[in-house]
């Protein structure tokens, strides 16, 4: 049975009761048939903007899109988007309609949505209105357009990589004619705003069928990163991998945890293979390729405008995730300071999908893992010092032992610190002081 949350069934109802005709639509319909938990919920209805706004003039109205039919109105907190019924005129720029004309027809209505799965209307009392077909593909898992493939994607050129992005979230194939659509328009992507197109990438990478869809759209997401393109078919002639390059991504991405970071870093911790590869004593190698891949993954993530945090955090992955960290608490120490416990746990993830996805003697590396995470969680757990921050003693007190402010200062704390992470001495404030007047003796 499908769910309708009550402050959707009390907008319906308020609509119906004033004489128009109203359905919830799109993605909350598609979600619920599923059985999967809907974030939001639009509506659509025959009433023009101002009509809804006076139907619902008791209750806290915003004008998110009036020129396009759309008001959200605040029931219990609960936003929900109520758009009259319309017809799009043509789409200049693949992303927006010039303009629109109202209706009083669904049939209408739905004929400009998507796919046909987001085209299912439901009332009130649950009733569904499928004019194209949309139940059908939904038991079928089937992402069709409505109508015309070409047509709507001419449209809105973001539909392209919408359509890949739910064939990867709800493991539907796409069916035929619209598959082959998104290949002979993929190029109208690049009049898409990057912002768009980084918002719909990270839902893609962090659905479920991320890895098959990969491996299947590459040519559709080389569109927008043409630096993915080298990798397709890339050998890498190494007896630790059996994957080319862009499989050993893609498995990688499915082995990392779903968060955004996550599966960024995983995209692209390999993109820099293609071009350090030699050829050496039988085996294909890869020197340097972290750090390329850092600088590569850099310049994507300003161009697709991604946020500072996601930036800085993707490319500092990718730049040490080959790095080997020893099987001993000093050296863990080091690298929680060095890169933060944060960062040091998302590098331990991104290894595990790393080698996951690479040739099953590599597997014994997951045990060593699962040792150094102990290591770190012990030393967490037991808060022992592996920061400056986390010393007994601070700059003002070697001042007031009688050392002069600067430089000194630093390279002092800094030799105490290595000397407590490796166990020398312990992070007590007599012993370091100590130490301290010591070594400038």
Do not use: W
């Not at 907190?77 to 009259?84: A, D, G, R, S, V």
């Amino acid at each position: 049975m499908m769910r309708i949350p009550e402050e959707v069934k009390t907008a319906l109802k308020m609509l119906r009761e004033s004489g128009y005709e109203a359905y919830m639509i799109g993605g909350c319909v598609r979600d619920s048939i599923l059985g999967i938990p809907a974030k939001d919920h639009d509506i659509t209805t025959s009433a023009l903007p101002e009509q809804t706004e006076r139907v619902f003039r008791d209750f806290r109205v915003v004008e998110t899109g009036i020129k396009h039919g759309t008001v959200t109105v605040l029931i219990n907190k609960m936003p929900l988007e109520i758009t009259t019924y319309r017809i799009d005129s043509q789409y200049s720029d693949n992303r927006r309609p010039d303009s629109v004309t109202f209706t009083k027809s669904l049939r209408e209505d739905t004929a400009r949505r998507d796919f046909t799965m987001n085209a299912v209307a439901i009332d009130e009392n649950g009733d569904i209105v499928d004019h194209h077909g949309g139940i059908e593909d939904i038991k079928n898992k089937l992402i069709r357009c409505v109508g015309e493939p070409d047509l709507r994607f001419r449209e809105d050129a973001l539909r392209i990589l919408r359509a890949v992005r739910f064939s990867s979230k709800l493991g539907f194939e796409i069916e035929k004619d619209t598959k082959e659509a998104v290949f002979r328009n993929k190029e109208l992507l690049l009049n898409i705003s990057s912002e768009r197109i980084a918002s719909e990438l990270v839902k893609l990478l962090c659905g479920k069928n991320a890895r098959s869809v990969i491996i299947e759209y590459i040519d559709v997401l080389g569109v927008v990163i043409p630096e993915l393109l080298p990798m397709k078919g890339f050998e890498q002639n190494n007896i630790h991998h059996i994957y080319d390059v862009l499989e050993h991504t893609a498995a990688a991405v499915e082995n990392a945890p779903a968060e955004p970071v996550m599966r960024l870093a995983a995209l692209f911790h390999d993109i820099g293979k293609p071009c350090c590869y030699s050829f050496k004593d039988g085996q294909g190698h890869f020197y340097g390729h972290a750090g390329t891949g850092a600088d590569m993954t850099r310049i994507i993530l300003n161009r697709l405008k991604f946020d500072n945090y996601t930036k800085d955090t993707v490319t500092k992955l990718v730049k040490i995730h080959d790095v080997q960290i020893e099987e001993r608490k000093g050296a863990v120490k080091r690298c929680l300071n060095k890169h933060t416990p944060e960062i040091f746990y998302m590098l331990l993830d991104l290894k595990r999908a790393d080698t996951l996805a690479q040739a099953p003697m590599c597997f014994e590396r997951l045990a060593y893992l699962d040792r150094i995470k102990a290591i770190a969680e012990e030393i967490l757990d037991g808060e022992e010092c592996f920061s400056l921050k986390q010393l007994e003693i601070n700059g003002r007190d070697l001042i007031a032992s009688g050392i002069e402010p600067g430089k000194e200062i630093g390279s002092i704390l800094s030799d105490i610190l290595e000397k407590v992470i490796s166990g020398e001495l312990p992070n007590e404030r007599s012993a370091l002081l100590e130490y301290a007047a010591a070594s400038r003796r």
